[in-house]
């Protein structure tokens, strides 16, 4: 206990944020050995793309209630021990419908830790009354850069993936459990407030949700198909299949360490027209160009541009006027993990039919799209 009275609440969902991403490095660097293991094709893993996204989003409908039934510690404890738990297993499973069952409990068990540790950042933003949303989600994607990375390293030197995995749960699982016991309640919310995901959503709420579905294609489609586009594609090996994922949360990870301050400059409104715009730049160079220099040059354009889209969303949604934070934390956290109901089967449909490095091309559609919906509304950030 001692320990846990060491680490304030702030450095705790930090840290929290940090190790699920870590994990997300792990699965994005460990996707061609799985699919390789499985023996399915594109299409295949697009199916369990949708089986992570169909728990979470399970669980997140249901999250409101369920964090006021239990506290966070109690929801983290447990979550965190079934996450290490299925890790185990991910290296011995050879069937594919048992993957897709182990698919949907990981899916579970992210959909409400999402939210809880969203919801803590929200709690820590409100206290110290300064915007650091962003710096949180910076974590998160420092998580990913580095599981990415010494991940990369493992497969480098051909180490096999059960122990590439059991050294990741015994240094990172007792950490989650002493974080978790730091985990601090939200205030009791004004009864006024809606407390409920079924209510008619203000529209700036309407438009946080596409820019996060947007995002999220963004990052997860990246994170996701990146290694199979470098190995593909770009035709690389070993260490630089995992470029893709290194090259595009190095640059995540400098946007939302200095989104925070940027935006304080710029404003909500002009920040988000530039990060829209660096977006649209990187995804064209993928679409159009084959060779390593200009596929790591378009993932960081595409990094730096998609880094602090989310955390805006998240923060603008737990502030809206008459919505409970946890309510309008949740429904970002559903559009988020929502897009992986229907992107994964499309983009495996798309790779498998046009090529892997179409599998971004819906990523230009949302982003046009969310370019003009921006322009249109200029006046609903006008107030933030």
């Not at 978790?180 to 809606?194: C, G």
Request: charged share 10%; hydrophobic share 55%.
């Amino acid at each position: 206990m001692n320990i846990v009275n060491k680490i304030n609440d702030t450095w705790a969902c930090r840290i929290l944020f940090f190790i699920i991403a870590f994990y997300v490095g792990l699965w994005t660097i460990r996707i061609p050995n799985i699919k390789d293991q499985l023996s399915i094709d594109y299409l295949g893993i697009g199916y369990l793309f949708f089986a992570f996204a169909l728990g979470s989003i399970v669980t997140m409908i249901f999250a409101s209630k369920i964090i006021k039934l239990f506290t966070p510690k109690i929801i983290t404890l447990f979550v965190a021990l079934l996450l290490n738990a299925l890790w185990l297993l991910i290296p011995f499973t050879t069937n594919f419908e048992i993957m897709l069952i182990f698919s949907v409990l990981f899916g579970c068990c992210y959909g409400i830790f999402e939210v809880i540790i969203n919801l803590q950042a929200s709690i820590i933003e409100k206290r110290y009354q300064k915007s650091m949303m962003s710096s949180f989600h910076g974590f998160f994607s420092l998580g990913v850069l580095s599981g990415a990375f010494i991940t990369s390293i493992f497969v480098e030197y051909q180490i096999n993936f059960f122990i590439n995995v059991i050294c990741y749960v015994i240094i990172l699982a007792p950490i989650i459990l002493i974080c978790a016991l730091t985990l601090v309640e939200e205030k009791k919310q004004d009864k006024k407030k809606k407390q409920s995901i079924f209510f008619l959503w203000p529209l700036l709420l309407f438009i946080l949700v596409l820019l996060s579905i947007t995002d999220a294609l963004t990052e997860g489609g990246i994170d996701s198909w990146g290694s199979l586009y470098m190995r593909d594609f770009i035709k690389v090996e070993g260490f630089q299949i995992g470029l893709a994922t290194i090259s595009f949360n190095i640059f995540m990870v400098i946007g939302r360490f200095t989104g925070d301050r940027v935006k304080d400059i710029l404003g909500v409104y002009s920040f988000l027209i530039l990060l829209v715009s660096l977006s649209l730049i990187g995804i064209t160079i993928l679409l159009n160009f084959n060779t390593l220099i200009l596929a790591i040059i378009g993932f960081a354009i595409v990094g730096y541009g998609s880094s602090s889209i989310v955390p805006i969303c998240y923060s603008l949604s737990a502030s809206i006027k008459g919505v409970d934070s946890t309510v309008g934390i949740t429904i970002i956290s559903i559009a988020i993990y929502g897009v992986f109901m229907i992107a994964p089967t499309i983009m495996g449909y798309i790779a498998n039919n046009f090529g892997i490095n179409y599998v971004f091309s819906p990523i230009v559609v949302m982003f046009t799209l969310s370019m003009v919906i921006i322009l249109i509304f200029k006046k609903e950030f006008k107030f933030k």
